[in-house]
């Protein structure tokens, strides 16, 4: 395989290619194409634009030819999976996994598609997001919408087959419908959404704690619930690893009980955070609902990956997840211990062309401070 990093022209080109798009879509795509329209049509527009051009062969070839930077420092393997880098999508954005194929040719080493729930769901009234620029942020409240399980997962397994160099992951969740009941009822969706993932792509996440949910995070209130859960999930028999996406704004005892428990089960990874629900310090029109991305999630997504590595760092491969706009944070959140790092704000905020700006910048990270993998990086920083 020939690498863009060992090839003088084609890393030129590259990075040319790649500040052509950093000032483009600053300058001329978010002001005209995005940000002149509200968030929630801004989405739809985005994710109709990846329906119609991944079935544009030559346009995904020049995508890939152009701005897909290949480099052997950041090939990586957690979880006994192989990753071309350690850079992926978040769950959140491609629910019903429309993008797998232009985010494959732009060069992610991963997606989380979904969340998707065992049926299909409207999710909340609209609006679902709101623009928090001074913050790099956005509030969401979606509500877990999505086509449903028994639809996305077939979708999540075809692209993963079909895909380049780019691994599938698929979130799993629970239903938000007027049909939630007690835990028993949560329990089941989740069962049934994971038999129709099992095998069936890389990766397997269970998102516990979607914080836009009228049935709440019953699943980590307690570690007696969390246990239930995973009890059940356990009978289930997947070859791919599974991660837990966990939340965001609990203290670090909880959080280490609901870990001691998860580590009791069939449970290779977690995925820390999802969204940040304190607005302390922050100006935010009240009637707004939601949790926020981005931004204000970076620092305690930090915090709790450096604990969370510092005391189970050889039981769960971590995701860091939350902020990540620059190399320099992606790679702060991997010497906390993140063995993979996943992003969706900065795709919105910096641009389709942010994949790159971030392997580039890390693989020049790692270089600098003496490293020959991502995998050595990982964690120096907690003692």
Known sequence: MSYVSESFWHDAVNKATCDLFTFGYKHVVKPHFVFNHTPDVAHDQMIEFCRVTKNIPPLMWLLREMLDYTDPILETETMGVRFANPFGLSAGLDKNCDMPVLLDH???????????????????????????????????????????????????????????????????????DAQCGDLDEGIEDY?????????????????????????????????????????????????????????????????????????????????????????????IPREWEGGLSGGPTYRASNAMVANTYREFGDRFAIAGVGGVFTPEQAYAKIRSGASLVMFISSLMYRGPQQITVLKRGLARLLRRDGFDSVAEAVGVDVD
């Not at 679902?128 to 919408?145: I, K, N, Q, T």
């Not at 009978?235 to 001691?260: A, I």
């Open 106 to 176: 732009a060069g992610f080493g991963f997606e989380t598609v979904g969340s998707t729930t065992s049926r299909p769901c409207a999710g909340n009234p609209k609006p679902w997001f709101h623009r928090l620029p001074e913050y790099d942020s956005m509030m969401v409240h979606v509500g877990l919408a999505n086509d449903g399980s028994e639809t996305v997962i077939p979708r999540a397994e075809e692209a993963w087959r079909r895909a380049k160099a780019m691994q599938v992951s698929v979130s799993i969740a629970r239903t938000n």
């Open 191 to 283: 069962r049934i959404s994971m038999e129709r993932a099992a095998g069936r792509t890389a990766m397997i996440e269970v998102n516990v704690s979607c914080p836009n949910t009228h049935a709440g995070e019953p699943f980590t209130q307690t570690p007696e619930a969390l246990d239930r859960l995973f009890t059940a999930l356990d009978t289930v028999e997947r070859p791919q690893p599974t991660l837990v996406k966990m939340p965001l704004n609990k203290p670090w005892p909880e959080f280490r009980e609901l870990l001691q428990v998860l580590a009791e089960h069939n449970v290779q990874g977690v995925s820390i955070a999802n969204l940040q629900k304190d607005r302390t310090g922050l100006e």
